[in-house]
């Protein structure tokens, strides 16, 4: 398991464009180790630079570009969410930040299927 949601993601379009980590900087310009520490989570919150030259490599959809910007901000997102949103393109950007930004008591976490169908029906009762 990947130890953030940015690396998560990440990795995730980086195998769905079936490129691998020194593909995906040779493409980018970026640094090799940088793109690999970014994908374990030794490195977060990489610079706008950074970001937009993996973006235009990975050439994710518009909602996973979106979320990837987003995670780059808040990288300890829950993987498994993260993970979970990128196989379902169905689930909006906005009921993905907020089933991100729900806190939880003690560290067990919700499985992002349940946490995502309570964010919908709030969201749809507003």
Do not use: C, Q
């Amino acid at each position: 398991m990947l130890p953030t949601g940015f690396g998560a993601a990440l990795n995730k379009l980086r195998e769905r464009r079936t490129l691998s980590l020194r593909e995906l900087s040779t493409l980018a310009e970026v640094d090799h180790a940088y793109v690999y520490r970014l994908e374990t989570g030794e490195k977060t919150n990489p610079s706008d630079e950074a970001l937009e030259k993996l973006i235009r490599v990975l050439k994710p959809g518009a909602r996973d570009a979106a979320m990837l910007k987003w995670l780059a901000a808040h990288p300890d997102t829950d993987p498994n969410l993260v993970l979970y949103v990128l196989d379902d393109p169905r689930v909006p950007l906005e009921h993905f930040t907020a089933a991100a930004g729900t806190v939880h008591r003690g560290t067990a976490r919700p499985d992002p299927a349940k946490l995502l169908e309570r964010v919908r029906k709030i969201m749809e009762e507003e």
